[in-house]
């Protein structure tokens, strides 16, 4: 581990991701004077984009003008590497966000090879952290903390007077859990472990026939890697799971234009065709009530989205390639699919390769595996196999064991550990959300039934088992436990509802395709809240609020905002649960469309101007898409509000 000369600090940071590095930019340009650690299980900065994560043909989503930060043009940091309706390859985000740390002095703050095992308030009222740091040489897989590590000599204790989580959604793979795994002799591995050793496995002349398991983004990646690789593929996707993800290209026709498709969901027009729970947000309430509460304007919503999901599946030629190409059809409409609405970013089309037959879809659940067969509930079977790849999802808890485990509730983590009274709480809260969310928004009673297992998370039952030269052990159904977790209940997404101190919060435990903006403003609302410094949050619910909750230390004005914030967390929760329920709403934010009235929520929190365009309401609605270049100078303009001195 990395030597450490103090054991505190005003503010650790875990995670050097993308949004890890802006929270620690953002602070210390309004607190320089701040002792800030990074702490981050890798060997370099970047998070899911670190130089370790990098494999073949990785690319963002994004093309150029919709990934970089407000004050750090991508074409002046990375000249010639990236261009005019390229999507940005992996290496090149890599050195980009390497530099942004290395621009505003980051990486002497940094810990690599460090992961937080648990974390626990320090004794008393005051604010702060104790956590638990063991090494990782780079492996961010580790699991939580176990009695081993509390014998470990690379143990490390570190305080903190605040702390904030950034370690995102993609951090530690579900563990593999398929029957029969431990009698299958080919290489099993999850697309974790894939994306590190990718080189040596696609170069591998050994491996002729793959299998890939899954249907979200991820698992096109590894389908093209291996097909584009001269490798047979047969691609598994659950029959009773969600289906494969839509995948739209970059450009989309519309009529007589063919329209670049990700900044539509930041042209605000446009965002209100999507049923919001904090739509109201952006001022234009009036016509979201006309679109979502009348049945003429209900029409023209799900009009809306019938056209564009069909679109998306004409010109892709979902139905017009073949019928192996039409297995890759989604389950139901693209309104229900939040950050599932992805992107084909190979240079050429991967659809080839189903129609020449180097890759076989099946579209079935696995029954066993066995020698070197996958064999399915519907009689197929696939013989012949010499590696099999599982991408299928990250697990979304923090990573971190936050201690005492009674505290899980107040800080709105995902848990398994509430009690009674805690649950009775949280379901009464969650009743009255839905019923204002149905409503308000009567066309998401109509949408998918959400799996069961949707809040399962999956361990190992002996956890220091999870190693990797034991991945086959912990890969067996009957050697797991599957333990039903709380969703994150954050408020804003970002703070623990009921934290008084005011000493945490979790930046990134949410998706959206605007990461980057997204990542800058939550940063500075965090600096605001952990300094005491927001405006009074506005409310997205008008409803009278019952006073569910009170504390015996506390007067009833402040118990009455303790219920209202406790209500909009369960609002923003179960909104998501709703609305995309064939994405990950269900367990935390994911949403599209939802992006731009977002972050109006959060710009007014901060106190500053929502409307950016310099326009009339008719300027606002139709000028275009919200860029980087609309929100920049947001800390400065903040600051310039003068409500507390930076030092």
């Avoid at 697309?191 to 398991?213: C, G, M």
């Avoid at 009009?303 to 297995?327: A, I, N």
């Avoid at 731009?596 to 710009?603: C, E, K």
């Avoid at 609309?630 to 001195?645: H, K, N, S």
Wanted: glycine share 8%; net charge negative; with cysteine.
């Amino acid at each position: 581990m990395a030597d450490l000369q103090e054991s505190h600090f005003d503010i650790i940071i875990v995670g050097a991701g993308l949004q890890g590095l802006v929270a620690a930019k953002t602070y210390l340009s309004l607190s320089p004077n701040t002792s800030l650690l990074i702490l981050d299980s890798n060997l370099t900065v970047g998070g899911v984009w670190a130089k370790e994560n990098i494999y073949p043909g990785l690319k963002t989503n994004n093309q150029l003008g919709t990934f970089e930060f407000t004050d750090f043009d991508i074409r002046e940091v990375c000249p010639g590497k990236v261009a005019d309706g390229e999507h940005i390859r992996g290496e090149v985000v890599y050195e980009y966000l390497f530099k942004y740390a290395e621009q505003h002095d980051l990486l002497s703050r940094v810990r690599f090879g460090c992961k937080v095992t648990t974390a626990e308030h320090l004794n008393g009222d005051e604010a702060g952290w104790k956590l638990t740091v063991i090494s990782t040489d780079g492996d961010s897989k580790i699991p939580k903390v176990t009695e081993a590590d509390e014998r470990r000599d690379d143990k490390t204790v570190l305080t903190a007077s605040k702390l904030i989580v950034a370690t995102g959604m993609t951090s530690t793979p579900i563990p593999i859990s398929l029957p029969g795994a431990s009698n299958f002799s080919p290489p099993l591995m999850n697309f974790h472990d894939f994306r590190r050793s990718a080189t040596q496995i696609l170069e591998d002349p050994n491996i002729k026939h793959v299998i890939v398991y899954g249907g979200a983004k991820s698992a096109y990646d590894t389908v093209h890697a291996f097909a584009s690789h001269c490798k047979k593929v047969t691609w598994i996707i659950r029959g009773s799971g969600h289906g494969p993800v839509y995948m739209a290209p970059s450009h989309i026709q519309m009529g007589p234009m063919k329209v670049w498709l990700e900044p539509l969901v930041t042209t605000r027009f446009l965002t209100l065709f999507s049923p919001c729970i904090w739509g109201d947000s952006d001022g234009f309430g009036w016509i979201r009530r006309w679109l979502h509460e009348t049945s003429a304007g209900r029409f023209i919503v799900k009009t809306f989205w019938k056209k564009l999901g069909g679109d998306v599946v004409t010109q892709t030629g979902l139905r017009s390639k073949g019928p192996e190409v039409e297995k890759l059809v989604p389950k139901e409409e693209a309104v229900w699919y939040a950050t599932g609405l992805s992107i084909l970013n190979y240079g050429e089309d991967i659809h080839r390769y189903l129609m020449d037959g180097t890759v076989k879809v099946i579209r079935a659940d696995i029954e066993k595996l066995e020698g070197r067969r996958f064999i399915f509930t519907n009689g197929e079977e696939t013989n012949d196999v010499d590696a099999a790849i599982c991408s299928t999802g990250w697990r979304w808890d923090s990573g971190i064991e936050f201690l005492p485990r009674s505290v899980h509730a107040e800080l709105g983590i995902p848990s398994k550990d509430y009690t009674e009274s805690q649950k009775e709480m949280w379901g009464e809260l969650e009743k009255r959300a839905d019923r204002e969310i149905l409503e308000r928004f009567p066309m998401l009673a109509d949408g998918p039934r959400i799996e069961e297992d949707d809040r399962v998370i999956i361990k190992p039952k002996n956890i220091e088992s999870a190693s990797a030269e034991n991945e086959k052990v912990t890969a067996e159904p009957e050697k797991q436990k599957r333990e039903e977790y709380t969703p994150w209940r954050l408020f804003r997404g970002i703070a623990p509802p009921m934290n008084p101190r005011k000493d945490l919060v979790f930046l990134g435990m949410m998706m959206s395709l605007q990461t980057v903006l997204r990542s800058e403003m939550a940063a500075l609302w965090a600096y605001a809240y952990l300094n005491d410094c927001l405006e009074p949050p506005m409310h997205f619910s008008d409803r009278p609020q019952p006073l569910l909750v009170a504390s015996e230390k506390a007067n009833l004005d402040e118990s009455l905002g303790l219920q209202s914030r406790l209500y909009e967390t369960a609002l923003f929760s179960r909104f998501g649960r709703w609305r995309y329920p064939m994405g990950y709403g269900s367990r935390f934010p994911d949403f599209v469309f939802d992006g731009v009235p977002y972050f109006d929520m959060i710009l007014q929190d901060l106190g500053l101007k929502t409307w950016r365009k310099g326009r009339s309401w008719l300027g606002e609605l139709f000028s275009g898409p919200y860029l980087a270049g609309d929100y920049r100078g947001i800390v400065e303009q903040w600051r310039r509000l003068d409500r507390t001195t930076h030092t």
